[in-house]
């Protein structure tokens, strides 16, 4: 290589990390060390937030060129006051507490971070899979009273050879059907974007939705939450389940009719739930869902492990480095 195109290469280099100097990015919430030292090892100027809560937002942003949210919403009011916001970067796989008009109003591109959370969030589906199947919140609240009967009265299933529908088979949605492939479970897929060819081995493509619903023995839920999507799991689906089934979320707690849900489980409908998942989040201790035995609830866990934490850190600021050093970002919202 001729020492000119060192000199240029050199000096590029110069220019971006430069360039990268004079850009802020702000944080919310913690970011973990790789995402750190990515983005301050290329120049970058790590702000952290006053708070994560939407004033706080407002407050911390105007000198933002970029920022990467958690569980911060990202209202029209936030791009409002966003004066230099180039990009914005969900820490995880959701987007639907950022408002994406408004982003492309202000010419912010949003991006997230899809493939950082998939295994943590298929795995604890299997794990739902598995508590429900042995009826386990039921057993450990009998067998304070009744030890027998917990251990030989109560009703408890394999999931093997099992038929699981899935709707959606995303990165997620994917990764759930080979995991319960390994359960010798039979697996059905549910997505009006994905072709045959784009299910993983084994797995059979239906554009049939209600057929999900007829003839599973579980229904785990894998899509995004969108005007298309919200409540779309309702009375009628519901009232097509066995009375054996059991229905996973772990995707958005918007997707579920909860007034439909809570009158299929205490109604034995259908026989269980898990949900990872609720319409409303942080849910009040006295939430109804809560006080049945056939449902186990979690405060959105799913994504909430060290692995998918410190990938969705690293995702997140090699985002942000692409979009503001004017690369083709790799993870870009759809309509982005």
Same mark, same amino acid.
């Given at each position: 290589?001729?020492?000119?195109?060192?000199?240029?290469?050199?000096?590029?280099?110069?220019?971006?990390?430069?360039?990268?100097?004079?850009?802020?990015?702000?944080?919310?919430?913690?970011?973990?060390?790789?995402?750190?030292?990515?983005?301050?090892?290329?120049?970058?100027?790590?702000?952290?937030?006053?708070?994560?809560?939407?004033?706080?937002?407002?407050?911390?942003?105007?000198?933002?060129?970029?920022?990467?949210?958690?569980? %911060?919403?990202?209202?029209?009011?936030?791009?409002? !006051? +966003? *004066? $230099?916001?180039? @990009?914005? =970067?969900?820490?995880? %796989?959701?987007?639907?507490?950022?408002?994406?008009? !408004? +982003? *492309? $109003?202000?010419? @912010?591109? =949003?991006?997230?971070?899809?493939?950082?959370?998939?295994?943590?969030?298929?795995?604890?589906?299997?794990?739902?899979?598995?508590?429900?199947?042995?009826?386990?919140?039921?057993?450990?609240?009998?067998?304070?009273?009744?030890?027998?009967?917990?251990?030989?009265?109560?009703?408890?299933?394999?999931?093997?050879?099992?038929?699981?529908?899935?709707?959606?088979?995303?990165?997620?949605?994917?990764?759930?059907?080979?995991?319960?492939?390994?359960?010798?479970?039979?697996?059905?897929?549910?997505?009006?974007?994905?072709?045959?060819?784009?299910?993983?081995?084994?797995?059979?493509?239906?554009?049939?939705?209600?057929?999900?619903?007829?003839?599973?023995?579980?229904?785990?839920?894998?899509?995004?939450?969108?005007?298309?999507?919200?409540?779309?799991?309702?009375?009628?689906?519901?009232?097509?389940?066995?009375?054996?089934?059991?229905?996973?979320?772990?995707?958005?707690?918007?997707?579920?009719?909860?007034?439909?849900?809570?009158?299929?489980?205490?109604?034995?409908?259908?026989?269980?739930?898990?949900?990872?998942?609720?319409?409303?989040?942080?849910?009040?201790?006295?939430?109804?869902?809560?006080?049945?035995?056939?449902?186990?609830?979690?405060?959105?866990?799913?994504?909430?492990?060290?692995?998918?934490?410190?990938?969705?850190?690293?995702?997140?600021?090699?985002?942000?480095?692409?979009?503001?050093?004017?690369?083709?970002?790799?993870?870009?919202?759809?309509?982005?």
């Amino acid at each position: 290589m001729t020492m000119s195109r060192l000199l240029a290469i050199s000096a590029a280099a110069f220019q971006m990390n430069g360039n990268a100097m004079s850009k802020r990015i702000l944080l919310p919430q913690e970011l973990m060390p790789e995402g750190r030292e990515y983005l301050e090892s290329r120049g970058y100027q790590l702000v952290t937030g006053s708070g994560m809560d939407e004033d706080h937002v407002i407050h911390d942003i105007p000198e933002c060129d970029g920022i990467i949210v958690r569980l %911060s919403p990202m209202s029209a009011r936030v791009f409002d !006051a +966003a *004066k $230099k916001l180039k @990009v914005l =970067v969900r820490h995880g %796989s959701g987007y639907d507490t950022v408002d994406l008009a !408004a +982003a *492309k $109003k202000h010419g @912010v591109t =949003v991006l997230n971070a899809p493939l950082a959370n998939s295994t943590s969030v298929a795995e604890l589906a299997l794990f739902y899979m598995l508590h429900c199947s042995r009826n386990f919140r039921l057993v450990q609240q009998t067998m304070l009273v009744d030890y027998y009967k917990a251990k030989l009265d109560t009703p408890k299933s394999e999931i093997a050879c099992k038929k699981l529908g899935l709707i959606g088979v995303g990165n997620i949605g994917s990764r759930v059907a080979k995991m319960a492939r390994g359960f010798d479970m039979q697996v059905i897929g549910f997505d009006p974007y994905k072709t045959q060819a784009d299910m993983p081995e084994g797995v059979e493509l239906t554009q049939d939705f209600d057929r999900i619903f007829t003839d599973c023995d579980f229904v785990s839920l894998h899509c995004p939450s969108t005007p298309e999507t919200k409540g779309f799991v309702n009375a009628r689906q519901l009232g097509l389940m066995k009375g054996s089934a059991v229905l996973i979320n772990t995707a958005r707690g918007t997707i579920v009719n909860e007034d439909d849900l809570y009158g299929a489980l205490t109604n034995r409908k259908i026989a269980g739930a898990a949900l990872d998942v609720l319409a409303v989040e942080p849910f009040k201790p006295d939430h109804r869902m809560l006080k049945l035995d056939n449902v186990v609830v979690a405060p959105h866990i799913g994504a909430a492990t060290r692995e998918a934490t410190h990938r969705a850190s690293l995702h997140s600021a090699i985002g942000i480095h692409e979009v503001l050093s004017g690369q083709k970002p790799s993870w870009p919202v759809p309509g982005f």
